[in-house]
């Protein structure tokens, strides 16, 4: 643990989810394929259905509407139905044909084995302070056994515009009755979880995965960890 300024007292402690509690490329694959599986039940072979189509449509969606990116289970159903408009679906075949591919995608994302080290820690941690799920993505924390862990789950979207902006971190605050200085904010996205904390006056402890990979900061936070059993000392 390195330490860059001095802790102010924590009274809470709130945990970004994706590649924080898990690795979560292989996660969103999987989910990929699923997605790409069910669709290729449901339409004729010579439609397109491959990553890069439907990473294409998820681009021109948010190029049109730059707010659909708050809320990324929306963003994929909306990419969907417009990929399978395009190619020549009725709006209302669309629709049901999304709904039913986000729902083998949704299936396989949150189907996460956390490692075996987590749990363990998040109840040490959760005897000592409460614990908040904060996240930009759609994992459920429920479906990853550890929501009796957490006193709530906010996700962007729902719960507000993601991480960076100050929503999400501000609205924990306001459940937990804390002022957000006194919440220890434990993520690995330099932006999205060190300068999302910090700026909406949050402290931060920076889970760096790439050890060297300190010129990427622009601002420090309060600690940099490389595991999160280093957690356990605070």
Known sequence: MRIYKALSPIRALS????DTLYPNSAV??????AMQQRLAQLLPASFHN???YWFEQRKIL?????????????WRLLALERGLTTQGLSVCEAGEIAELA????????TDIQLPPTVRPLLQQL????????????????????IADLFQCALRAGPDGRMKPYPDLFLKAAGLLQLEPKQILHIGDHVKSDVVGALNAGCQAAWLNLTPGSLLKLKTLPQLEIHQLEELAAL
Request: negative net charge; hydrophobic residues 50%.
């Open 15 to 18: 945990f970004d989810l994706d």
């Open 28 to 33: 969103i694959a999987k989910a990929e394929v």
């Open 50 to 52: 491959n990553s890069l």
């Open 62 to 74: 948010a190029r049109e509407d730059v707010e659909v990116r708050h809320d990324v289970s929306r």
């Open 102 to 109: 986000m729902s083998a995608f949704l299936q396989a994302r």
């Open 126 to 145: 959760a005897a000592r302070f409460p614990l908040v799920a904060i996240t930009n993505g759609n994992a459920d924390i429920q479906q990853m056994g």
